[in-house]
């Protein structure tokens, strides 16, 4: 399979624990997204990156919320001091730009891992 | 104004008909526009790219006004395969020139037999 895929598919946390999410992207896609989605809205933005390095993060991603991608392949999220209000499920997508094309930004997306904090 | 505003809908269609839904974006400066696919509790997939002013694909056609900075999608002969929600994508310009992309809320369809 050479989509993306995240690990793991769900997890249910109590409120106040710390939980790691892990994405592999498209082998050959620079660029690495986060978003978190709750029922009946749309995918939330919460960050990007290019190879390693993390270029934007959104005013949703609070103190507790941190990313990385080390080596410019996986990523991790980790969410600190899980609340219910985290519950949701967290989807991690890759792309490859093409300067220039309008296909620059189409992303592909991973199955997602579902967050339960009870 | 919301940044990408989509009609949530239900439609609720027979199979065989032509539906159409319609996302506004609110800036005019915006390049790349996409319409991706989500079934229920599932990722979204990328259904199409919208390129100058549209584009065709099977039954599907998506179409670009950038005059009235809106974009279509139009699904004819619709399947009960067709029953999704359909998230339309707008690539956003921030300060400083960051781009990324903003989400609709998206739009539920239910086709029926």
């Known amino acids: 399979d050479t989509g993306v895929s995240q690990d793991p598919r769900h997890k249910i946390t109590k409120r106040g624990q710390n939980v790691t999410f892990r994405c592999d992207p498209i082998s050959e896609h620079n660029r690495l997204y986060w978003y978190r989605q709750t029922l009946g809205q749309g995918p939330e933005f919460l960050t990007y990156?290019?190879?390693?390095?993390?270029?934007?993060k959104s005013r949703l991603l609070s103190d507790r919320f941190s990313a990385e991608r080390p080596k410019g392949s996986f990523s991790t999220l980790e969410i600190q001091r899980t609340e219910q209000g985290d519950s949701a499920m967290y989807l991690c997508?890759?792309?490859?730009?093409?300067?220039?094309?309008?296909?620059?930004?189409?992303?592909?997306f991973g199955p997602g891992t579902r967050l339960t904090v009870t | 104004r919301k940044e990408v505003e989509q009609d949530p809908g239900p439609f609720n269609v027979p199979e065989g008909a032509t539906v159409a839904f319609n996302c506004t974006y609110s800036n005019s400066a915006s390049q790349s526009f996409f319409w991706y696919r989500q079934d229920c509790r599932k990722e979204p997939k990328l259904l199409m790219s919208v390129y100058s002013s549209g584009n065709e694909d099977g039954r599907f056609t998506a179409q670009l006004n950038r005059a009235s900075q809106y974009i279509s999608l139009l699904i004819r002969d619709s399947k009960l395969s067709d029953s999704a929600t359909y998230l339309c994508v707008v690539e956003g310009v921030e300060a400083g020139n960051n781009r990324k992309l903003i989400w609709g809320l998206g739009t539920s369809l239910a086709v029926n037999p």
């Open positions: 997508a890759s792309s490859h730009p093409t300067s220039g094309r309008a296909d620059s930004y189409e992303q592909y």
């Open positions: 990156f290019q190879n390693e390095a993390q270029l934007e």
